[in-house]
Structure formats: C-alpha cells, structure tokens
C-alpha cells in the first residue's frame, strides 16, 4: 500500500506543478463588491482582458486606452449579459455603466484588467440576491474571484469559479454555514500544494495507526489556528505565513528523502507545528473579508468544517486507493517513486516559497 501512496505522491506533485500557481491557502486576488441600498444595487468588478477577448481587437492579450473608450457599449452590453443580478426570479437591470481602465495612463496604455462600475435596479428591495458570473479569463487572475455583497450592516462573501458560477446571498445563517461547507471542501480540493503536503505526511511513515495520528494531529492544530486567526484572536502577516508554509512542504519532503525517521512523538510535533502554520495560511484570507460579526461566525464555522472534511475526504480516499491497488506496481516503479516523489515534492516546495517570497 505505501509504494501505491509514493506513486500516488509522485502524480500529485507533478500536477502541482501543472497547476501552478493554484493554491489551497490563499482567497482569490480578484474581488468584486456588490452594495444594495434599498432596490438598487452597485456593483464594483475587475474582469480580465482575457474574458472580454472580443474587445481585445489587436489581440495583444491587453486593451488600449483607445480600445477601452471604443468598446465602452459593447463591454457594458457583455457585462450585463455574463454577471447576472435577480431576487425572487426578476433580472436587475442596469441603469448605468461605467467601464474604466484598471490603471491610470495616457493614450495608447494597455492594461490586462478593466474595472466595470454598474448601478442597476431591481422591482424591489430584495430579500435575498442570486449572482450568476461568467467572466472567468485564462492566465494569472483570470481565474476565481471573492465577491463581497453587503446590504446595510450584513456583509457576505463568496468565491466564484468556473465550477461554482452561481451564488444566494443575505439567506439564513443556517444556509450561509452549508455554503460555505462546500465552498471549504471545494477550495481544499482544487489547492495542489496542500495535498502535495498532506500526502508528503502520509509517505514519511506506514501503517493505519501512524496515518490515523499524523491525520488527526495535523486536522487539530489546522482546524484551532484557522479558527483563532480568522477571529482575530491571532494576527500574523501573511507575507510570512505564506512563504513559511511553503518551506514546510520543502522540510518534510526533505526529511523523506534524506530518509530520516524520528519516534513518532517528535514526528507528531512536527505535524502539529505544520498544521498550526497551515490553518494560519487559510485565516489570512478570510479575516480580510469584510463581513459583519454574525457573517463571519457562520462563513468561519462552515468553511472551517468544509476544509477539514475536504482533507479527510481526500486522505481517506488516497489511504483506500493504496489499500485496493496493493503492490500491483512493477518492482522498479515502487523503488523509483519514493525519491522521485520527494524530490519532486521538495523542488515544487522550494518553488512555491520562492515565489510567494518575491510575491510579498
């Protein structure tokens, strides 16, 4: 079963690296807002060139200044179409649109992102407000977006992707906890590096009972630091907590290929220093969200639960994957996946540090 874990390690890692950037810790840069007062609602949007490419006629991936102005109409008419707003089954509908260029420049300055400013208007005061988005581009920041939805006092967020398109906000407490189970599962799921470690935790030992104790450790400590940070009972820079989880992943792949096998009492302070490092990673995005106190309880215990069901899910699944294929591997293939997959992990470890150092 353990030579089926390496090989298992051997392809996650190396989807890590097809992936990359894509990360488990870290909310999607690209944020819109959305502010309802009364039946009117303002909406604030960066959206990628790279989803408005009909516009983009020189086809350089950028908009000029003067593409900008001309495509104003055509851009405004896109928008409405692709980033739907409604309450109850009735479509807003804009009243006006504003289509600038995401930084100040002169005549003939490019940019890779428009910033849309949209006031439009629903029959009346909504009750609850369903998003639908489909203005996902290809290339860094084309991809998720956070949209925040405030409504006097109540704030809420969400990620959309394109396999989460469509969002309800200003529902139950109960029905924001469920959203953001899934929305925690889902962000778990879709992060390589944060697989890429959990399975590095599994490789550095054998057996049910060292996996149940790494697993259970490393859940514990995740779970306690992302809840505490998130609330602001701890506040640390992400600048360093993000580059120190990537020296994590570099320290234990290290430590599995140098081939270094301490008791299982010093192995599981490790597990829990790392988890406490992880859960910190999680925290920073969502402790800058501006959501109000209720929100945030509701958004932190549902997307808490998610994530950590999502990582149980994931190694329970890998632990019964290894369990039915056995060592139904060749011979040569087993002895090779073990260095190969910590070293592969430890050089997407020292990639991933490096860029979130030069990233800040």
């Known amino acids: 079963m353990r030579a089926c874990l390496r090989l298992l390690a051997l392809a996650l890692a190396a989807w890590g690296f097809a992936l990359f950037p894509a990360e488990a810790h870290m909310l999607p840069d690209r944020t819109v807002t959305l502010n309802v007062v009364n039946a ?11 989803a ?21 109409p ?17 479509a807003a509908q804009p009243v006006g649109t504003l289509i600038l260029a ?19 208007r629903l029959p009346a005061a909504p009750e609850t407000l369903a998003v639908e988005v489909d203005l996902f581009g290809s290339g860094p920041g084309g991809g998720d977006m956070t949209l925040t939805a405030a409504r006097g006092q109540v704030s809420e967020a969400a990620v959309f992707s394109p396999l989460t398109r469509r969002h309800v906000f ?59 940070a998130a609330l602001g009972v701890v506040r640390l820079d ?35 220093g790392c988890g406490l490092l992880h859960g910190l990673g999680f925290a920073s995005g969502l402790g800058a969200l501006p959501l109000d106190a ?13 994530v950590e069901a999502g990582q149980l899910v994931f190694l329970g699944g890998v632990l019964f ?24 992990a430890l050089v997407f470890g020292l990639v991933l540090t490096v860029e979130r150092l030069v990233s800040g």
Do not use: C, K
């Not at 055509?74 to 009735?90: T, Y």
């Not at 935790?201 to 996996?211: D, F, K, M, S």
């Not at 209720?294 to 998610?306: D, I, Y």
């Open 102 to 120: 995401s930084e100040a420049g002169g005549a003939g300055h490019a940019v890779d992102h428009v910033i849309i400013l949209q006031r439009s």
């Open 294 to 306: 209720s929100t945030r309880l509701s958004t932190l215990a549902g997307f808490n639960l998610g």
């Open 170 to 228: 200003f529902r139950s407490p109960v029905r924001v906890f469920l959203d953001n189970v899934v929305a925690g599962a889902a962000h778990i799921l879709r992060g390589p590096d944060h697989l890429v470690f959990l399975l590095t935790l599994l490789l550095a030992g054998a057996g049910w009972r060292y996996w149940a104790s790494v697993t259970a450790a490393f859940t514990l400590a995740h779970s306690l630091s992302l809840s505490a």
């Open 238 to 272: 992400p600048g360093l907590v993000e580059p120190a989880i990537g020296a994590s992943l570099v320290m234990m792949a290290g430590l599995n290929l140098a081939g270094w096998t301490p008791p299982i009492g010093l192995r599981l302070v490790l597990v829990v």
């Open 52 to 72: 408005l490419t009909r516009w983009d006629t020189d086809r350089d991936g950028r908009l000029s200044s003067g593409e900008v102005s001309r495509g104003q």
């Open 40 to 50: 009117e609602v303002y909406t604030a949007a960066s959206i990628p060139v790279s």
């Open 321 to 344: 994957a290894g369990h039915l294929l056995g060592r139904r591997a060749p011979p040569a293939l087993r002895a090779a996946a073990t260095p190969a997959a910590a070293g592969l």
């Open 74 to 90: 055509g851009i405004a008419s896109d928008f409405a179409a692709r980033f739907r707003i409604s309450s109850g089954g009735r």
